[in-house]
């Protein structure tokens, strides 16, 4: 097939922003201006890795960025062509009137989006959210909420934190080991500034959370990868690279519910691993980023929570729980001096928290509000976790593994059969349906597997998108040879 359009990119590897961006972009700036119009291809990967003299998945990258972004669509042995329904501002009357009659059509379908594990914004407590805020403003002494406050949060929320840390995950924290921050992702960057700098390495599983990843990064560590089996993170992975690497300053992990496979980090790991952390004074950084909606008899107590150990960051979030709108994450350590720095940064770039919002989730939490939602979000989440699970029994039980989670809002699904992620992403696209791709929890090696989120999606939208990803993982086409 001719392809007459000429790439024009230098690639410039001084830049801070990737190769495979840089391509991406040029690629979406051509788009917009016109010079590259709807149904044109794209050169094919490996003749432009050749004309860039890159490595073929640079390119490989820059086209899946295009793809899950809606600039381009990729048909099957024909190639990477220009989407027809461009994401651009139309400036046409007759172009806006088309796409509302096409968006109102019953053959056109909204993207379903399989995100990370999102919570259903539907059922958040948003009307005694809303109630908790008049209360504040109502009171007498509002206007001393209208000034700074502490750095570290409101100290009676961070109390409360406290205490649910101690009562319901068995933590011993008091409020002053406590940092309110904006989110749970905050709460990573802060302790990756105060923990880490240039030449400290830091263990991390694998596959994993890649967000966090690019905290420690930012903070100039270096990643030492861990493999990730039934069990958790592999010990002798973490024990191996402890001996052989200088300057390991701490250890990531995600042991409730691993990201993203789910899978719960096994008492005997737990130990051998505070053994670990205690014996090369590492520090474990551990982010409980899934821990209230869990359906079997308790969830499993954090790490953090063994006294034995001696140094450790907890980080927790509650936007899962009121509102994923709200960024509301907090972290807990027993090293005042980290808590200090903490502190001290986020003076810096942040000064405090949302003070009226931790007053309104305060109160929440008080009137006994939050803790209604948790159950009655709890018994929501199950059905829907219990249809999914239904649903992979019936379709996907004989190309794919999966076994049914305790909790959280997502299962891991593996193939039996090893799969061209690629085509795979690329034609769910054509069918309206967004996953993850796999690398974007992958170290190096793409893993064969892929987290299907289920809490922000309707049970039309799970039906129908199950039968739709058993098809694709069906297809001869992409099978890897």
């Not at 399989?114 to 959210?129: M, N, Q, R, Y």
């Not at 967000?211 to 592999?234: Q, S």
Request: include cysteine.
């Amino acid at each position: 097939m001719l392809r007459p359009w000429k790439l024009e990119l230098e690639i410039d590897k001084e830049l801070e922003k990737a190769v495979y961006l840089q391509i991406a972009d040029t690629f979406i700036t051509d788009i917009r201006s016109g010079r590259l119009k709807a149904g044109d291809a794209l050169p094919g990967s490996r003749n432009l890795a050749m004309m860039l003299k890159i490595n073929r998945n640079t390119v490989v990258e820059a086209y899946q960025v295009l793809i899950n972004e809606e600039w381009v669509i990729s048909k099957e042995r024909k190639g990477i062509f220009v989407s027809d329904k461009l994401p651009v501002l139309q400036e046409s009357i007759s172009h806006r009137h088309q796409e509302a009659e096409e968006s109102s059509s019953p053959l056109h379908k909204p993207m379903i989006n399989f995100d990370d594990g999102h919570p259903d914004s539907k059922i958040a407590p948003v009307t005694e959210l809303a109630r908790a805020y008049r209360e504040i403003f109502n009171r007498k002494a509002r206007w001393q909420m209208m000034g700074y406050g502490n750095e570290h949060g409101d100290i009676e929320f961070r109390r409360t934190i406290s205490q649910m840390l101690n009562h319901q995950r068995g933590m011993h924290i008091n409020e002053n080991e406590i940092s309110i921050t904006r989110g749970s992702q905050m709460a990573m960057f802060l302790t990756a500034q105060c923990l880490l700098k240039a030449g400290d390495r830091i263990i991390v599983e694998n596959p994993g959370y890649k967000p966090a990843w690019k905290a420690f990064e930012y903070a100039g560590a270096e990643l030492l990868p861990a493999a990730v089996d039934h069990e958790g993170i592999l010990i002798e992975d973490v024990r191996k690279l402890v001996l052989t690497n200088k300057n390991v300053k701490a250890i990531y992990i995600t042991p409730h519910r691993q990201y993203p496979t789910t899978v719960t980090l096994s008492l005997s790991r737990r130990l051998e691993l505070i053994e670990l952390s205690n014996k090369h004074g590492i520090t474990i950084i551990e982010d409980d980023y899934d821990n209230e909606f869990h359906f079997g008899y308790r969830p499993i107590l954090p790490v953090s929570s063994f006294m034995e150990l001696k140094n450790y960051v907890y980080i927790g979030t509650l936007s899962k729980v009121v509102a994923p709108a709200l960024r509301i994450g907090y972290l807990a350590s027993k090293d005042p001096k980290l808590i200090q720095k903490i502190g001290d940064l986020r003076k810096i770039i942040d000064v405090q928290g949302d003070v009226i919002m931790e007053q309104a989730v305060l109160q929440l939490i008080k009137d006994g509000a939050v803790k209604k939602h948790i159950k009655k979000a709890t018994v929501h989440y199950r059905n829907k976790r219990d249809l999914v699970f239904n649903l992979l029994e019936k379709h996907l039980k004989n190309i794919a593994d999966f076994s049914l989670p305790e909790g959280g809002l997502a299962f891991w699904i593996i193939p039996k059969e090893d799969v061209n992620w690629d085509v795979v992403t690329a034609l769910l696209i054509e069918k309206n349906i967004n996953i993850i791709h796999p690398q974007q929890y992958s170290y190096d090696k793409i893993i064969n597997g892929f987290r299907l989120s289920y809490g922000s999606l309707s049970e039309e939208q799970l039906i129908d998108s199950i039968k739709i990803i058993t098809e694709v993982l069906k297809h001869k086409n992409v099978k890897l040879k």
